[in-house]
Structures are given as structure tokens and as C-alpha cells.
């Protein structure tokens, strides 16, 4: 039960933190609970498919077609943060005084809003899929009964799930006028997580070989396994053995992002 509420615990908790990220930083836009729900019941639904075919999807391209779609999943989620986070650079501060009038606030907010609402899809698609997947292998290798681990699943999630809901509740308490700069960051972190993911998923799936030597290896000082490593996991990517690779697209995506969020300003400014 406790493995099984383990894994739950920490497949939940990353879609759950994306999630609860994404509705703080679109607090105040008319119609964001439709897109939101509408992104994570897409996802949801999408990950009870994934998983339904994944024994097809592992055996495309020599056994590696997983890896190549969670390499399709994760660039695009990538893409939509990207472009959020431009977006709002450029429209953060009409949105933060039209958040205070109901309604006015829609028609600048839909256009950012339906990026974010494909990339809740992805997150949830891509970890349900993958939370699916490890309760079946553990349902079938394990002789704990079935009502035991179904437990320990609900358990897990709700747990994940309250992490998230914490999360934006404490975001929720900024002030609007420092709210999109707040989360605009977290969500920046985020995208150097994701593609810290790619880089690892590209060289497990073996398309890319070179940098994939671990720099250093702090698992005696914080350990992913451990309740810290989890959470900063979820939130930032943190590994505790990271590649040459992984960090090098994490500062990439970063520093891409940035600056694109930079020349978005600068030409915003000039108009």
C-alpha cells in the first residue's frame, strides 16, 4: 500500500503543482475554470488511452515509441510555457488592472489562456498515463490485495493533490499587481524542469549519447527519493545526479525564454 500510495503520491504532486501554478497565474480571467477543467479532463481521459495502448505505443521505432512520445509531449508543453510566459510579459500589467473589473479581463486573458490549458493537458496526460501504467505493474507483481492498493492509490492522490491546492492558495494571497511577475517565474522554472526532462528522456530513449555523464552526485545530502526531493522535483526539476545534458537544456530554455521575454518587452514599450 505504501509503495503504491508512494508513487501516486509523486506522479500527482507534479501535474498538481503545474496545475495549481497555472490557475494562480490566471486568476482574475473570466471563463479560466472551463479552460482549466477542460485541459485537465482532456489529459485525464487522454492518459486512461496512453496507457490502454502503451504495449503498442513501446513497440514503435525498435521499442523505443514511448520515448518518443514523451519527447513529443514534453516539447509541447515546453512551447505552451514558452509562449505564456512571453505572452504575459507583454499583457501582465493590463490584465492585472482589468483582473479588478469582472469581465473585461476575457478578451485579452483567452489568448494565453489556451496554451496553458494544452499544457495542463500534457501534464496531466503524460503523468496519469505513467501513474496508470506503475499501479498495473505493481497490481500485477505484488500479493497485496487489490482494495489494499487501491487505497494507498486514493491516498497518494489526494495527498498530491492537497500539495497543489496549498500551493495556490498561497499564491493566491499576492497582490494582483506582483501576481503575474510571481508566477511568470514560477512558470519559467518550470519550463527549465521540462526540458531537464527532455534531456533525459532523449538520451533514454538513445538519441542523444553525448553529455550524459551525471556532473555530481548529491543523493547523500538530498535524495530524490527523500520528501524534499520529491517536492523540488515536482516544482523545479531537481536531481540530485544531473547530466551535462540536462543542465545544459535546462539554462537553455531559460535563458531562451528570457530573453524572448526581454525583446517581447522591448518592442511592446516601442510601440
Avoid at 548529491?218 to 545534458?245: C, E, K, Q, R, T
Amino acid at each position: 500500500m505504501f509503495a503504491t500510495g508512494l508513487i501516486v503520491f509523486r506522479e500527482t504532486l507534479e501535474a498538481a503543482l503545474f496545475v495549481g501554478i497555472i490557475a494562480a497565474a490566471t486568476r482574475g480571467i473570466e471563463r479560466r475554470s472551463l479552460w482549466m477543467a477542460g485541459g485537465v479532463l482532456v489529459g485525464f481521459a487522454g492518459a486512461l488511452l496512453m496507457a490502454a495502448g502503451m504495449q503498442q505505443v513501446s513497440a514503435w521505432a525498435d521499442g523505443i515509441g514511448q520515448d518518443l512520445l514523451n519527447v513529443g509531449i514534453i516539447s509541447v508543453a515546453l512551447l505552451m510555457l514558452a509562449w505564456h510566459c512571453i505572452w504575459v510579459s507583454t499583457h501582465g500589467r493590463e490584465m492585472a488592472k482589468e483582473a479588478r473589473q469582472v469581465g473585461l479581463s476575457a478578451a485579452h486573458g483567452s489568448s494565453s489562456l489556451w496554451a496553458l490549458s494544452v499544457a495542463v493537458a500534457l501534464s496531466v496526460l503524460r503523468e496519469g498515463a505513467e501513474t496508470v501504467l506503475f499501479i498495473a505493474g505493481f497490481m500485477s507483481g505484488s500479493t497485496e490485495q487489490g482494495a489494499t492498493m487501491l487505497l494507498g492509490a486514493v491516498m497518494g492522490l489526494f495527498s498530491g493533490a492537497l500539495v497543489g491546492v496549498l500551493i495556490y492558495l498561497g499564491l493566491a494571497k499576492v497582490k494582483t499587481q506582483h501576481l503575474f511577475s510571481v508566477t511568470n517565474a514560477l512558470i519559467l522554472v518550470l519550463a527549465g524542469s521540462l526540458a531537464s526532462q527532455l534531456a533525459k528522456t532523449l538520451n533514454q530513449a538513445g538519441l542523444v549519447e553525448r553529455w550524459s555523464e551525471p556532473l555530481w552526485n548529491a543523493s547523500n545530502i538530498l535524495s530524490n527519493d527523500s520528501s524534499l526531493g520529491v517536492f523540488l522535483h515536482a516544482l523545479m526539476g531537481y536531481d540530485a545526479s544531473p547530466s551535462v545534458l540536462q543542465l545544459l537544456f535546462y539554462a537553455g530554455a531559460v535563458s531562451l525564454i528570457w530573453i524572448g521575454t526581454l525583446q517581447a518587452q522591448k518592442r511592446q514599450s516601442q510601440r
